[in-house]
């Protein structure tokens, strides 16, 4: 599932349960109640789409490595013709070039085998379902309560 896909059915559903709740009187006692009725569907939704800690399979060896060595080499490429260096300067040019690639691909490497940094983007994909979908329940009870004053 796409994120926006989630963030639409959650928000439709955050929606519709505001239009039938009173209006807010208490915003930290709206918050924990809506929080406690919807996390468990954001926390739902935010397994679905998105991906946990995986092997660095040849998809991502396909990706990571072309990427990475398009940049380092236009790196390399456009300082090599922008600036001309000569000697000990085209190989710290080089190796600028050669280190960009290796972090580039440390990092994506990282990123797609950490455990820790999958749970992170879980738990940052379930606050963010939930903020935005707060605040369409908030709008929708702000929109009422402005109707009805």
């Given amino acids: ?3 926006g896909q989630a963030l639409d059915r959650l928000s439709d559903k955050a929606e519709r349960w505001a ?3 009173p209006a807010i009187e208490d915003r930290e006692a ?11 569907e954001a926390e739902s939704l935010a397994g679905q789409c998105t991906l946990g800690a995986r ?4 998809k991502e060896w396909i990706l990571a490595v072309p990427l990475w060595l398009i940049l380092a080499g236009g790196v390399f490429l ?10 000990v300067w085209l190989w710290v040019f080089a190796t600028v070039a050669a280190l960009i ?3 580039g691909f440390g990092a994506v490497y990282v990123d797609t085998t950490s455990e ?3 749970r992170k983007r879980y738990d940052d994909k379930v606050e963010w379902l939930l ?10 009870l702000n929109k009422r309560s402005g109707a009805k004053g």
């Fill in 55 to 58: 092997p660095f399979g040849v």
């Fill in 1 to 3: 599932m796409k994120d």
């Fill in 78 to 87: 456009l300082s090599w013709v922008f600036m001309q260096p000569e000697g």
């Fill in 101 to 103: 690639f290796v972090l």
């Fill in 19 to 21: 239009k039938k709740q």
């Fill in 131 to 140: 903020g935005i979908s707060r605040r369409t329940a908030e709008d929708v």
């Fill in 30 to 40: 709206f918050r924990a109640e809506f929080d406690a009725r919807f996390r468990p």
């Fill in 116 to 118: 820790r940094r999958a």
